[in-house]
């Protein structure tokens, strides 16, 4: 939940820190924090609560000296309020050594007190002070930076990413990781180290992910690798796939709003290379026979949030396809229930940011349990696709703003390819009708960008609902999941009461919450299709009209029934049912980013929020 940047080079780091940090910001964004060291091993940091715009004020009016190493850290606070004493840096060794981390250390308490009996003293309420005065007091016994880390990090429990550096040591960054994420980026005389990518692909693309419980120590010319116990490790680097410029806000007013016009390239991107001749194409999952892929039982699908809608989605469409049942679950609670799993039970875990604990930790249930895993990321070098037999990335570039939109789009895109896939392996789908999906999923981009036509008039209807209390949201069968992440949208950006209801629910129950002016927006299925749920849907408009709602539909091109029942209509495409979600979803994010922008909120960064959850 914290971004992480360090670097050692010719560079004044202040600037590279300062850049990582602005890339990292969505990871956290309630202080931010630096240290400088120069090549005399003289030490500076600053830091302060707030954004980094706050920082980056203060050292403007207080520049830090020169310096070409360093560490840079942007946080959401875990122990501690986001104030100045509890940012990061932490110190230890009398002020010598700095100290940066994300993640929480689990045994804090049991070490701070025997630092407190033998007589340090601490400054902060945060778990990451207790590091830093720890790794100070091993320094003093060691001698050196390399022993007394790894001495310091072997004695910590829970998850972590640190980096320090010690003023008697300039020219060197140590960092190490455990159940949190961290990135060498390999410079030519200089070498990063990143949360993510983004802290340094300005600079290099050239990328290593650091294994679970390793640490690496930089300097300009070398990259070194251990494990916890000194043992060196051998390691690989990979090619980002994206340049600086995918990661930054260009013209647009938000990243959001630069995603959401992204959404038809993030589809496509996704699709590139994995439709070949009208037959679907992954080679990612080469490690998965055919064979086996025909002895799977049951799928099991984890993820949070807007993921788990996702999942929700491709429910409806692997099984039909496939025929399989597919569960999805909340990554956090499935872990808790002790789920029944087996050789043929396939988990598919669903994460932008391939880094959200809940969903690393049930994926290592799982494959402890003997499941085979599939991870569905749109993050390189993330720890969820490192910890699964196989990873489907989804291509839909950076994603910077905490609200997911492009990678939803793909998530459900990838996930789709994956369903046809299965589909033509266990021979449930003939070669028309896979072509025939195949051809629907192809058509989506160009379908998203008419939808995007429509957002005018979406943006309208916000800002006349800029007062609006409540919001209710109402599907059927694909459309239901994007109710709730309609929902889920408006709560997050606009911070105003919104629910997604199963339209066939509302008797049961949540019919009871309709008043006169009530806005709710229904997702329409198409009329034009066997067994279509039009007609209900219908219905469930009548009633609630009859009720005073105030009904925004989201339904195709020509549908002319709904007309009579709806107060205003956002039209999209014709599209057979599984492929509506694609297009229904993109004015519902619209409305949500134009209601928070209308309401004068942070689109990029709403408050309580980060984009990558690494705690649990
Ligand atoms: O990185 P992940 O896809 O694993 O993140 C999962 C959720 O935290 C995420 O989708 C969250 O719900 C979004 N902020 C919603 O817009």
């Not at 971004?3 to 202040?14: K, T």
């Not at 880390?149 to 010690?166: I, W």
């Not at 709003?257 to 070949?276: C, D, F, I, Y």
Request: with cysteine; proline share 4%; net charge negative.
């Amino acid at each position: 939940m914290c971004g992480i940047v360090g670097y050692v080079g010719e560079r004044n780091s202040l600037d590279v820190l300062m850049g990582g940090l602005r890339r990292l910001e969505y990871r956290g964004y309630d202080s931010a924090g630096v240290a400088v060291v120069d090549d005399d091993g003289a030490m500076e940091t600053a830091k302060r609560a707030g954004k980094l715009k706050v920082l980056a004020d203060e050292l403007e009016r207080n520049p830090l000296h020169h310096g070409g190493t360093g560490i840079g850290h942007t946080r959401w606070a875990t122990h501690g309020g986001p104030t100045d004493r509890n940012a990061h840096p932490h110190l230890g060794d009398e002020g010598r050594l700095a100290l940066i981390h994300n993640g929480i250390i689990e045994n804090f308490s049991e070490l701070k007190e025997e630092l407190l009996a033998e007589g340090h003293s601490f400054e902060s309420e945060t778990d990451t002070e207790v590091a830093a005065v720890l790794l100070g007091r091993e320094y003093r016994a060691a001698g050196d930076l390399r022993t007394a880390f790894r001495n310091t990090v072997s004695r910590l429990e829970g998850a972590f990413t640190l980096l320090a550096v010690h003023r008697s040591e300039p020219g060197v960054v140590v960092g190490a990781r455990r159940n949190s994420p961290l990135v060498i980026g390999l410079g030519e005389g200089e070498n990063f180290l990143g949360s993510d990518v983004a802290a340094f692909v300005e600079y290099t693309k050239s990328a290593v992910a650091v294994g679970q419980d390793q640490i690496v120590a930089i300097t300009a010319d070398e990259v070194v690798v251990t494990d916890f116990a000194g043992e060196p490790v051998e390691f690989e680097s990979f090619e980002v796939a994206w340049d600086a410029s995918a990661a930054e806000k260009g013209g647009w007013s938000s990243f959001m709003r630069k995603e959401v016009s992204e959404q038809p390239e993030a589809v496509a991107n996704t699709l590139r290379g994995r439709v070949v001749d009208g037959a679907v194409v992954i080679p990612e999952l080469e490690g998965f026979g055919d064979d086996e892929l025909r002895g799977i039982r049951r799928i099991t699908v984890i993820a949070c949030g807007t993921a788990s809608y996702a999942g929700m989605v491709a429910k409806y469409a692997i099984e039909q396809w496939a025929r399989i049942p597919v569960e999805v679950e909340l990554s956090h609670e499935f872990r808790y229930r002790e789920p029944v799993l087996d050789a043929d039970t396939l988990v598919v875990s669903i994460s932008q940011s391939g880094e959200t604990m809940d969903t690393l930790m049930a994926v290592k249930y799982a494959r402890e349990q003997g499941a085979r895993t599939i991870s569905i990321c749109n993050t390189q070098g993330a720890t969820i696709p490192r910890e699964s037999d196989a990873v489907v990335y989804t291509h839909a570039g950076p994603e910077v703003a905490v609200a997911s939109t492009k990678a939803f789009v793909a998530q459900i895109t990838a996930l789709y390819l994956f369903g046809l896939h299965l589909a033509r392996v266990r021979g449930t789908l003939g070669e028309a009708e896979l072509a025939a999906q195949l051809a629907e999923l192809t058509a989506v981009p160009e379908k998203i960008e008419q939808v995007l036509g429509e957002a005018g008039k979406v943006a309208q209807l916000a800002h006349w609902m800029a007062d609006t209390r409540s919001v209710l949201f109402l599907g059927r069968h694909v459309g239901y999941p994007i109710a709730l992440e309609g929902a889920l949208k408006l709560k997050e950006l606009a911070y105003i009461h919104a629910e997604g209801f199963a339209a066939g629910e509302l008797k049961h129950g949540p019919i009871a919450l309709i008043e006169p002016g009530l806005p709710v927006f229904v997702v329409v299925p198409s009329p034009r299709h066997d067994r279509s749920l039009h007609p209900k849907v219908v219905s469930n408009i009548q009633e609630i009209r009859a009720r005073g709602a105030r009904v925004i539909a989201i339904a195709e091109a020509g549908d002319a029934a709904v007309l009579p029942f709806a107060d205003e209509v956002v039209r999209i495409p014709l599209a057979s049912p599984l492929f509506e979600p694609l297009l229904a979803v993109v004015p519902l994010q619209i409305f949500a980013m134009e209601l928070s922008q209308a309401k004068g909120l942070d689109v990029d960064q709403p408050r309580n929020l980060a984009k990558s959850v690494t705690v649990e």
